[in-house]
């Protein structure tokens, strides 16, 4: 009797790029030929996953020029399942040594990867920021959104603590993919908060978190609406709180700790 023969499990990669993309048609095309440029010139094995909502055409934009590159891959549907959602969505799907999520309109600029990839050699996440000393703002957002992120700031570290992190929520963050597939794949929250709920899963798992400033520059297109928008995020933040979540992936968590105790043995701060 013949038995089907499993299909092979498709190999690593270097890097997995997730792209969360809520109606960018106007920018996805040049985004992802920076990407790809980027990529390619630094010799990496790559593979972009674009999670795309909306219906302005981005899905099928992306559809086209993963017909002609095949390390271009597209999901997502017209309803707006929101950015935790879909980041969640290709983290799962990721084959990457490395998992990053990078935002879809550019914000931060590819090339930055270069400052954030040399620390996942002592580090399990390393998140880029918009609030330390080396941090360059070249278009800052405006006042009331300055202002709104800094009593945000605060309300978050009275709830959650997360002092050692300055800026919870610039898109631009890479984990080994150990790490990013056993945090995606026990956090819960579907928007903008699911940022928040990363870093404390990472926190209460012992991984180890590094911030390093970026290039960073406001486009005046903020999808977040002021009033309902923040009350969302604080529902999320109390959903946070007080939310019972599973303990980490065995793989993961023992790695962490004996990373964690190499480190002590030799003296080096973990």
Known sequence: MLHPVPAAPEPAVD??????A????????????AMTSCLAARGLAYEIIVAADGNDGTREIVAGLAKGDPRIHVLGG??????????????????????????????TPIEELDK??????????????????????E????????????AFGLVLHAMLGLRHVRDTQCGFKVFRGDVARDLF???????????????????????????????????????????????????????????RYPGAAPSASAAAAERASTAMASGKKP
């Open 185 to 243: 794949g026990r956090q819960k929250i579907d928007g903008y908060m699911f940022d928040v709920e990363i870093l404390h899963l990472a926190a209460r798992s012992g991984y180890r978190v590094k911030e390093v400033g970026v290039r960073w520059r406001d486009d005046r297109d903020s999808r977040l609406d002021l009033v309902a928008g923040n009350w969302r995020n604080m529902v999320d933040l109390l959903r946070i709180r007080l939310g």
């Open 116 to 137: 954030l990839l040399p620390w996942l050699d002592r580090f399990d996440l390393v998140i880029g920021s918009r609030g330390l000393a080396d941090s360059r703002i």
């Open 15 to 20: 890097l997995t790029l997730v792209v969360p």
């Open 22 to 33: 809520y109606n960018e048609a106007k920018r996805i095309r040049p985004t992802l030929e």
């Open 139 to 150: 278009v800052p957002q405006p006042l009331h959104r300055r202002v709104g992120s800094r």
């Open 78 to 107: 017209e309803e707006r399942r929101g950015k935790g959602y879909g980041i969640r969505l290709g983290v799962a799907r990721s084959r990457g040594r490395v998992v990053g999520f990078v935002d879809g309109d550019e914000k």
